[in-house]
């Protein structure tokens, strides 16, 4: 394991080598290793073609975690994900680890598959272990989930519940590149498709900044700034519900890890609401009647947070 000082290092060493293999995306890279310090789990929508596989596989060779993507279809069982018992006539039975069990899991097109498939990533990010047939397995540490879903509505999709929506930490958007970053991916093409990828950090740095980011102070004005914010979301006229408890503590958690990221020993309230967004948009539902009057999760949180006062911070 390097020194602490090494280690303090490793977060702009792991974006560096990111930004090497993944050209743009730059909020989406900063959420996945914000997220991942902060032990949670990711869900990431867009259009197909958006990088979204390379990001997971490439984040995962750089902290020097294993990797498995798992396609999901509607013909899958849960057995495909946890792993199952295999039965011979001449040897015992023995159990086959399934794709979850690594450190960085790629759940790509999770909304294609059925409700009972999805359910068995629940006890999976949930509580770090599987069970099958009564016996309960634990999985590796660290162990991220990264999530991608179509959009919702198409042909042979089916909606994540929201009790599956919570489990994500933090949920990023990738779009498009823009004009600029196209041309530099089709000019370097041939380097992005086999990239030199260095491995700066390992599965024991990893749990380090982990463990790290639990000692970066938050405020109690910053903690009531957080709760302040989530409960005027709950009371919301045009909210039908309002983020959980996991939403408060996915706010409270990520800004440490931010706080981090930025060489900082406590958070600020700009940490907060740069992460507002990511953390609770996806935890809000809309009345079907504002639906239909236009107005979003994202119109939501925008004037709940331009009316929740930002706390003054005495230094």
């Known amino acids: 394991m390097k020194p602490d000082s090494d280690v303090d290092q490793l977060p702009q060493k792991v974006l560096e080598q990111l930004s090497n293999v993944v050209i743009g995306k730059n909020d989406v890279k900063r959420i996945l290793f914000v997220t991942l310090i902060a032990g949670g789990h990711v869900l990431i929508e867009g259009l197909p073609g958006t990088a979204k596989t390379k990001i997971a ?114 949920r990023a958007y990738t779009d498009y590149a823009s004009v600029e970053e196209e041309i530099q991916i089709v000019t370097n093409i041939d380097y992005l498709d086999k990239p030199d990828i260095n491995t700066v950090a390992s599965t024991e740095d990893i749990i380090t900044l982990q463990q790290n980011a639990r000692k970066v102070h938050v405020s109690k004005e910053n903690v009531a700034y957080i709760i302040s914010m ?34 900082r020993g406590f958070v600020i309230p700009d940490d907060i609401k740069q992460l507002a967004v990511p953390a609770l948009q996806h935890r809000i539902r809309i009345r079907v009647e504002a639906e239909m009057d236009g107005v979003g999760p994202g119109h939501v949180l925008e004037r709940v947070m331009q009316e929740v006062p930002v706390p003054r911070i005495e230094v």
Not at 80 to 95: C, I, K, P, Q
Not at 109 to 134: F, H, I, W, Y
Not at 234 to 261: E, N, Q, T, W, Y
């Open 57 to 170: 596989r490439s984040l995962a060779q750089i902290i020097g975690c294993d990797f498995k993507r798992i396609q999901f279809t509607p013909d899958m069982m849960p057995a495909d994900v946890t792993g199952f018992y295999l039965y011979s006539a001449n040897t015992e039975h023995r159990f086959m680890e399934g794709p979850i069990f690594a450190r960085v899991v790629l759940a790509d097109e999770l909304n294609r598959t059925t409700s009972r498939t999805q359910a068995a990533l629940l006890e999976a990010m949930q509580e770090r272990q599987v069970t099958v047939e009564g016996t309960t397995y634990p999985l590796p540490e660290p162990f991220m989930v990264i999530a991608t879903q179509v959009e919702t509505g198409a042909e042979g999709t089916y909606p994540l519940a929201d009790v599956q929506i919570d489990r994500f930490m933090l």
């Open 230 to 263: 989530v409960n005027r979301l709950r009371h919301d006229p045009d909210v039908l519900s309002g983020p959980s408890i996991r939403g408060a503590i996915a706010l409270f958690k990520c800004s440490r890890s931010l706080a981090m990221l930025e060489g």
